[in-house]
Nanobody, 121 residues
């Protein structure tokens, strides 16, 4: 199986910055797209940003120009640099990977356990 572990969440003031990291480990044959989703209380989980294995990125309109997704394929790690944070960015942020397990050669969607980001004065 493939495990995803996020880090970097926390409490930050409006206008501040945070950098999230997500490292994939385990029985990895190949990782295709990776991405970050978030879920605020009472709301559905939504895509924040995604990045393909070729480095093509896409962003939610609400974070365009403020957040930057990147990945280090050699380390099986994806990052989310979040700048100019707003209170409405408060949510649990989840890492996602479209990956093939070396053990099963099955392609699945994997999720991390989530990391809390709170933007408050």
């Amino acid at each position: 199986q493939v495990q995803l572990v996020e880090s970097g969440g926390g409490l930050v003031q409006p206008g501040g910055s945070l950098r999230l990291s997500c490292a994939a480990s385990g029985s990895i044959f190949r990782i295709y797209a990776m991405g970050w989703y978030r879920q605020a209380p009472g709301k559905q989980r939504e895509l924040v940003a995604g990045i393909t294995s070729g480095g093509v990125t896409n962003y939610a309109d609400s974070v365009q120009g403020r957040f930057t997704i990147s990945r280090d394929s050699a380390k099986n790690t994806v990052y989310l640099q979040m700048n100019s944070l707003k209170p409405e960015d408060t949510a649990v942020y989840y890492c996602n990977a479209d990956a093939v397990s070396r053990a099963t050669l099955a392609r699945n969607n994997y999720w991390g356990q989530g990391t809390q980001v709170t933007v408050s004065a």
